[in-house]
Each structure stands twice: as C-alpha cells, then as structure tokens.
C-alpha cells in the first residue's frame, strides 16, 4: 500500500512530513539512485510553481539528486505539462515538477515524470517508496541542510521555457488566431511565466490578469477554481471578450467562460474537441474517455453524434491509462483536465487544450457558446466533506444507508451518485447528479451530513 503518493505524486502541507527537509532529501536521493543505476549520466529536469516553499523544496529535491551523482537542470518557473515535454524531448532521465496545483499556497508537493513523459505507474511509486523509507532511517537529521545551501533552482533556464512555448505554437500555427479576443487568468501560479510567451508566438489579441506572483497568492480568489470571476468580467466587457479562460496554479487544466459570461467546464471542452476531432477523422474509434464525475448530459450529447463515452476512475492519469488502453484520442476530467492524443503528448495541458479551443473557434468561426448549446446538463451537485481520516466507506454503516437510499431513487438512468475520498487532500467528496435540484440537494446533504458525524473534522 502507497503511503506517500496519491493519485498526482506527493502532496502536503510544505515543511511538514512528507514535504519536511529530511524527507525531501531522502525522496531526492532515492529517486537519483535509481536513475544512477541505469545510466551514468542521468540528468533531471526541475521545474516548480509560484509558492514561497517551491524553490527550497527543489533545492533539497536537488541536492539529494546530486549526491546520488545525478546532475539537475532548473527550468524556474513552468507548468507540470510544460516539465513532461521537456524531459521526453531533452533526453532527461525524470521530469520534476514542485507544484501543489489547485491548493492553497501553504500546500505543496512533488510530481515525477519519466524520461518519456509520462508520470509514473502506481506499481513504480511504491516501488520508489520502499527506497525513500529505507533512506530515511540512514538519514542523519540534519542531512539535507547543508547539502541544499549551494543549490539556486531560480530564475532557471529560460531557453527552456521559450522552448516549451514555441511547441505549443508549433501545434496550431496554421490558424489565425488573431481576431480571437481573450481574458486569461493565470492564477498568479505557473501560467504567468509562459502563457504570455505562447500566445504572443500564435498572435492572439489576449489581457492578462492574476499575472503577479507574490509566493503567498498563488490561486487566491483566482484561476480556475473562481472561473466565475474571469466569466463576470468578459460577460460586463460589452463585447470586449470573445471569450474568458482560467488556469489552475500549475496549469495542466483550464476552464473557460462563453463571450455571456457562462462558465464552460471540461465536460463541454470535451464535447466541442470530440466533435471537431471526428469532423477531421482524429477521435479514434469515435470513442472519449471521461470519468465517473462527468455529467450525464455530455453522455448524452455524445451519443447523439455517435460518440461513446468511457468512464475512467477520476484522474487524468487514470483517464490516460484507459485511453491507452483503448486507443482512444481525446479524454478528461470535467475539472479541466483535457488530453489530446491526436498530437504527441503525454498529459493533460492548459495551454494546450486553451489553444485548441481557440483554434476551433478561429477556424470554423463559431463561438464558443453555439459550439456547446445543446448539451443539457444535469443538475449535479459536488459536495466535499473535510475529515479527520480516509476509513473504508464500507466500514460507516451510517454513509452507507444514505448512500444506498440515494441510488434507490437516483439509478436507472434518472441520476448518478459518486462518493470518494480525494487522492491529494483530507476530503470526502459526494456527487449526486438527478433530473431535479431537490433530489440532487436531499441526497447530497443526506450523505454528506453522515459522513461529517462519522469522520468528519
């Protein structure tokens, strides 16, 4: 059983265990280790987001690399995306990415990539466990300190964010999306440091706002956890804004806002991309692949065009590995997570699915609104529940009866009820999706309340 990666790497509260000196050293040293054995002279790429904690923790990360004979690149400031397509295309041995994405800035954590890109395989985690506990008992205490004082993680090599950015340039330069007007809300995280650069490459007519980084502001009030905000703005801009498009801190998902100012989420990014893939003969097997939490009304609205929808367990790497699996093309998570497998990369980019959306825009001249009206969504309600520990569910009889009281009402096609605990944070998360908001609030409520008396914080 895994005990420090969850379902995208190592998360946790920066300076507390898992993400104290000792144990980001020991995690450093495991990991280069491994590399070391396979080749001589690996070399790891280093990239992290706008949090105060980001570039020591890179420092530790590094120095105990180092000492296993590895050498270290910085890339500064860059998105977990941008980190996966530098390690495949420069020869690295693993990508590293700092970054906590969504969290607060008082949050951390440490996502790893192999040299082809892709993170790793569950099995492969654990197996990186057993050698960082093992290291952790040879560590003296104050193993990591000195080690770490020579190592500087920023500003980083700026050729290699420029080059990231004339990839994702590269990918879509043969529309013009100069006549596109855009509001990008970078979350003051990873994003500010080379969404500006790509957009300027493909000459896209864009505003920046949440563009500052302080360390501490990192998606305060911003990005796409508030995509209403961006929305509130393009919809008062008396048709400034064709359209509004919000990042999470590290920049592998964005959410968008219609020129109205609605919020359009993966669910939708995922119907307008499958239509225009299938228009063009690049959804494979017509098949997407989304996850427990999408809504019924892209099911639906797939279907009407010949489209099967899969469901993955929620994750992108878990939608990646089904898409392996199938073959399919195009997958995601309503959250924003969106992977294009019609093009070579190897895990869900913001940038690239906000560059894919403008470019259906630009190419068929419709907006975005009319590219995704008629899909009808469910009323859904996603409710998360703060708790003290991650028990079986199967253990709390009280979560259970509700649970089972909801699916009595809710299955058979007239609604959907997913409980989960989170894979990153010390939540209970309870969706409930029915044909009317009173069923959808009653039954969310119902479980949501049984799972506070029993476990929650």
């Known amino acids: 059983m895994r005990q420090l990666f969850g379902t995208d790497g190592i998360r946790g509260v920066a300076g507390e265990y898992p993400l104290d000196r000792r144990t980001v050293y020991a995690i450093g040293r495991a990991l280069g280790e491994r590399l070391a054995e396979r080749d001589a002279n690996a070399r790891v790429v280093i990239g992290q987001d706008t949090r105060e904690s980001s ?3 890179g420092s530790i990360l590094a120095a105990g690399l180092e000492a296993a004979r590895v050498q270290v690149v910085s890339a500064g400031v860059i998105t977990t995306p941008g980190v996966a397509h530098l390690t495949r295309t420069n020869g690295f041995a693993a990508g ?44 003296a205490a104050g193993a990591s300190d000195a080690a770490a004082l020579a190592l500087d993680m920023l500003p980083g090599e700026q050729d290699l964010r420029e080059q990231y950015a004339d990839w994702l340039s590269s990918l879509v330069c043969a529309t013009d999306l100069s006549h596109v007007r855009v509001l990008v809300d970078c979350a003051n995280g990873a994003a500010s440091s080379v ?34 905000n961006v929305a509130r703005v393009v919809a008062a801009s008396g048709g400034r804004y064709d359209l509004g498009i ?21 669910d939708a990014v995922l119907l307008l991309a499958a239509r225009d893939m299938q228009t063009h003969v690049r959804l ?6 989304a996850t427990t939490m999408s ?33 399919a093309t195009l997958g995601g998570e309503q959250s924003g997570h969106i992977l294009f497998r019609d093009m ?114």
């Open 55 to 57: 570039a020591d923790i």
């Open 195 to 228: 969404t500006p650069l790509a957009f300027r490459h493909c000459n896209i007519v864009a505003d920046f706002v949440h563009v500052e980084p302080d360390g501490r502001n990192i998606n305060a009030g911003c990005g796409a956890l508030y995509p209403e």
């Open 295 to 327: 809504n019924m009304g892209l099911e639906a609205a797939l279907k009407r065009s010949g489209i099967r929808m899969l469901r993955a367990p929620v994750g992108d790497k878990y939608v990646l590995e089904e898409m392996l699996k199938t073959g």
């Open 344 to 457: 070579d990369v190897t895990t869900g980019d913001g940038l690239l699915t906000a560059l894919r959306v403008l470019e259906v825009i630009a190419r068929t001249g419709t907006s975005l609104a009319e590219l995704v009206a008629d899909m009808k969504v469910f009323p859904q309600q996603i409710k998360n529940v703060k708790v003290r520990e991650k028990l079986p569910l199967e253990q709390l009889p009280a979560v259970m009866d509700a649970i089972r009281a909801a699916e009595g009402e809710l299955l058979n096609g007239n609604g959907r009820v997913v409980v989960r605990y989170s894979g990153t944070e010390k939540l209970a998360r309870v969706m409930i999706e029915a044909e009317t908001e009173e069923l959808m609030r009653r039954h969310t409520d119902a479980i949501a309340n049984a799972i506070q008396q029993a476990i929650g914080v």
């Open 284 to 289: 494979y097997n017509d098949t997407v692949v």
């Open 96 to 139: 590293i990415v700092i970054s906590a994405s969504h969290n607060p800035w008082q949050d951390n954590g440490i996502k790893i990539f192999g040299a082809d890109g892709y993170k790793l395989s569950d099995q492969l985690e654990h197996e990186i466990e057993i050698d960082i506990f093992a290291h952790l008992e040879q560590l």
């Open 246 to 266: 919000t990042f999470d801190g590290d920049a592998d998902r964005a959410l968008f806002s219609d020129a109205k100012g609605r919020v359009v989420n993966g």
